[in-house]
Every structure is written in structure tokens, then in C-alpha cells.
């Protein structure tokens, strides 16, 4: 290594956040950083990738990066195989956080929350948008499930194409939507020598409280 792990570090200048900046609620600044990722962020960061904590049975946490699918004031949307392990962790403990970065915005942002199946409908509706690879690896993959090789992941992929070659596949019983509902929304403008902006809002009795955090 060229750099060792200490000295590696950036400094944050490009922008503020300030509480005049800042809605009374959560989504609408939400939508305002979303939209200037997706015109700004290039690949191959994702404008819509995010980090989703769940934590099992033992209360052991687990992250791994998805991609969100909805958003409305409901909450946050995405899909998934319900019995692949993050479903058998939702069902066992049905709360979740998500991480949205982006560096060239140097932004994050935390959400915090109770998750929740979408309806069948919901989940039917995005399915059948989603590319005809993509719907029959719903039905193919045994997610999160151990496999002997590519070969056989290979093999259920033919089998499924066989399945539905006269006929478009419908979306799985066991694969859907999740929608977290937000009960903390934490804003995070990084700023010149750690001393970060951090705006956090927590949802109490239906109304959203707006609190600066120390960086």
C-alpha cells in the first residue's frame, strides 16, 4: 500500500445544512437530495443504492447494499425473496435501518424503522416491469441458500426457462416488496474538519421533531 489506512482521509467543503435550509418534515428534503444524486452521482455509484441492517433471532446485525424501489410518504420500498435470510430476519424481527452515500455530494442520509410487506398487488405490479432475466431468477435462485456451484444455480436458471416457455411468468408466492416506515430520518452534509451538519428527525405522536445532532 501506497497510503496507509490512517492517513487516508478527505475534507469535506462542498456544502451546508442548515435548519432554514431544512423542512418541517423529512421526505420533502429527502426528495431534493435523491433528485440531485441521481443528476449528479455517476456510475458506477447508484443514486438509489442503499445499505439495509437487519438483525436475527440471536440479535446478531447483517448489512448488505440494495436497491430502493419506492418511495411515498408511507415509507421506503424494496423488493426481495421473502425467505431468503433478510425475510426470515424481518420476520423474526420486523425492523430495519437503511444508509443512502453520496460521496460526490457528500451526503448520507439514515433511516430508522418498522418494515412492512407491501401488498401482493404492489409486488406483482413491479415485477412484471422488471426485465424477463430478472422475473425468472425470482423463480430460479434459492436465495441466500448454499449451492454447490454456478453450474447449478445454472441448471435451475434452464429449468425455470423451460417452466415458462409458453407462457410469461407470474410473480412468486415467496418473493415481493418491503416498505420500512420511517420513525427516524438523519440527514448528514459532510463539512470541513469533521465538523459535519447533521440533521435528525424523529417521528413522536405522528409529528416529525427536527433536532441538530453534534458531528
Given at each position: 500500500?501506497?497510503?496507509?489506512?490512517?492517513?487516508?482521509?478527505?475534507?469535506?467543503?462542498?456544502?451546508g445544512?442548515?435548519?432554514?435550509?431544512?423542512?418541517?418534515?423529512?421526505?420533502?428534503?429527502?426528495?431534493?437530495?435523491?433528485?440531485?444524486?441521481?443528476?449528479?452521482?455517476?456510475?458506477?455509484?447508484?443514486?438509489?443504492?442503499?445499505?439495509?441492517?437487519?438483525?436475527?433471532?440471536?440479535?446478531?446485525?447483517?448489512?448488505?447494499?440494495?436497491?430502493?424501489?419506492?418511495?411515498?410518504?408511507?415509507?421506503?420500498t424494496?423488493?426481495?425473496?421473502?425467505?431468503?435470510?433478510?425475510?426470515?430476519?424481518?420476520a423474526?424481527?420486523?425492523?430495519?435501518?437503511?444508509?443512502?452515500?453520496?460521496?460526490?455530494?457528500?451526503?448520507?442520509?439514515?433511516?430508522?424503522?418498522?418494515?412492512?410487506?407491501?401488498?401482493?398487488?404492489?409486488?406483482?405490479?413491479?415485477?412484471?416491469?422488471?426485465?424477463?432475466?430478472?422475473?425468472?431468477?425470482?423463480?430460479?435462485?434459492?436465495?441466500?441458500?448454499?449451492?454447490?456451484?454456478?453450474?447449478?444455480?445454472?441448471?435451475?436458471?434452464?429449468?425455470?426457462?423451460?417452466?415458462?416457455?409458453?407462457?410469461?411468468?407470474?410473480?412468486?408466492?415467496?418473493?415481493?416488496?418491503?416498505?420500512?416506515?420511517?420513525?427516524?430520518?438523519?440527514?448528514?452534509?459532510?463539512?470541513?474538519?469533521?465538523?459535519?451538519?447533521?440533521?435528525?428527525?424523529?417521528?413522536?405522536?405522528?409529528?416529525?421533531?427536527?433536532?441538530?445532532?453534534?458531528?
Amino acid at each position: 500500500m501506497t497510503q496507509t489506512l490512517a492517513d487516508m482521509r478527505r475534507d469535506y467543503a462542498r456544502d451546508g445544512l442548515t435548519e432554514a435550509q431544512s423542512p418541517d418534515e423529512p421526505f420533502a428534503l429527502f426528495h431534493a437530495w435523491f433528485a440531485d444524486a441521481v443528476n449528479t452521482e455517476q456510475p458506477p455509484v447508484e443514486a438509489n443504492a442503499m445499505t439495509l441492517a437487519t438483525v436475527d433471532e440471536q440479535g446478531r446485525p447483517h448489512c448488505r447494499v440494495l436497491l430502493l424501489k419506492g418511495l411515498d410518504t408511507q415509507g421506503f420500498t424494496f423488493f426481495t425473496n421473502y425467505e431468503s435470510a433478510k425475510g426470515q430476519q424481518i420476520a423474526a424481527r420486523p425492523f430495519a435501518a437503511m444508509t443512502f452515500f453520496w460521496p460526490t455530494l457528500e451526503r448520507q442520509v439514515r433511516i430508522e424503522g418498522r418494515v412492512e410487506k407491501v401488498s401482493a398487488q404492489e409486488s406483482d405490479a413491479y415485477y412484471q416491469v422488471r426485465p424477463l432475466g430478472s422475473r425468472l431468477g425470482a423463480w430460479a435462485s434459492p436465495q441466500s441458500r448454499v449451492i454447490a456451484d454456478r453450474d447449478e444455480l445454472e441448471g435451475l436458471i434452464r429449468q425455470t426457462e423451460q417452466r415458462f416457455s409458453d407462457t410469461q411468468p407470474h410473480c412468486p408466492d415467496h418473493w415481493g416488496g418491503y416498505r420500512l416506515l420511517p420513525e427516524r430520518i438523519e440527514f448528514w452534509q459532510g463539512r470541513s474538519s469533521r465538523l459535519h451538519d447533521r440533521l435528525n428527525y424523529r417521528l413522536i405522536d405522528d409529528r416529525w421533531i427536527r433536532e441538530r445532532l453534534a458531528p
